[in-house]
């Protein structure tokens, strides 16, 4: 009995999930269909680009040092296993720099912008559509994919690679603090192991990334929130279901980029 409730519950949530992929594809398609609409809003635009890149600063300077903070330390911690403390410790740079740019700036800010703005977006516009704002939007032959979904899209699409750069240089300096006040590790040191291994294609990657898990993000929110019902308490799922799917697209996404990329 409980085998034959859990083959039903997982058939369930499977589709549920080809359901919301529908949806988000149906929802691109939209956007994408606006084309140059945007020109006329955008004024919604940047303030988009203001409420989820600006205001996400500071949340994500906090997680980028200590990112960089931690990886610092992690990685002399593996080094000095396999090798002579001064060899560790001239590479330290070189290996913190490249798993910041490929892997944990891009993840960790997807991550941070998923729970912030992914929820918030669909909490914003579930409101919306359980008060019928878009009922009336659409009454007034206003096209919410166009006027709502669009705008929040291209701020998501936009700042998400802006905030990646800020939290790679973020991420950097934690891990130089790290490596200089508690490993003793020299300036010329950690920032020549850093230029010396630079390779663009890294940060060319991460880029790539923030780009998917931004546009993903906001798609997300936007689709989830618009499809919204039940007052309150579907509001609050909703919300729920935004950063829970937001996260795994980024994860996922973050393995299939992996692939294509590397």
Known sequence: ???????RRTGAQCLDILRET??????LAG??????SLL????????????????SIPLVSVVSIFTGAVSAWQAAYQFEGIMSRNMAMNFLGAAVSAAIFIELA?????????????????????????????????TLAIDPVRYLAAPRFTAGLTMMPVLVVYADLVAHFGAFVVAHFL???????FFDGVRNHFIVHNVFSGLVKALVFGGG?????????????????????????AFVYSSGFILVFDYILAMLLF
């Open 183 to 189: 490993l003793g590790v020299s300036a010329a040191t």
């Open 106 to 138: 891009p993840v960790l800010t997807g991550l941070v912008i998923a729970g912030r703005v992914g929820a918030s977006l669909a909490a914003e516009l579930g409101s919306m559509k359980v008060t019928e704002q878009i009922d009336a939007l659409e």
């Open 31 to 36: 956007i994408l269909g606006s084309g140059l």
């Open 1 to 7: 009995m409980n085998r034959f409730w859990l083959l």
């Open 40 to 55: 006329k809003h955008r004024r919604l635009v940047l303030e988009q680009m203001l409420k989820i890149g600006v205001n």
């Open 217 to 241: 993000t906001a798609l997300i929110g936007c689709s989830i929130g618009l499809h919204t019902s039940g007052g309150a308490e579907g509001v609050g799922s909703s919300t729920i279901k």
């Open 22 to 27: 529908g949806r988000w594809s149906l929802l």
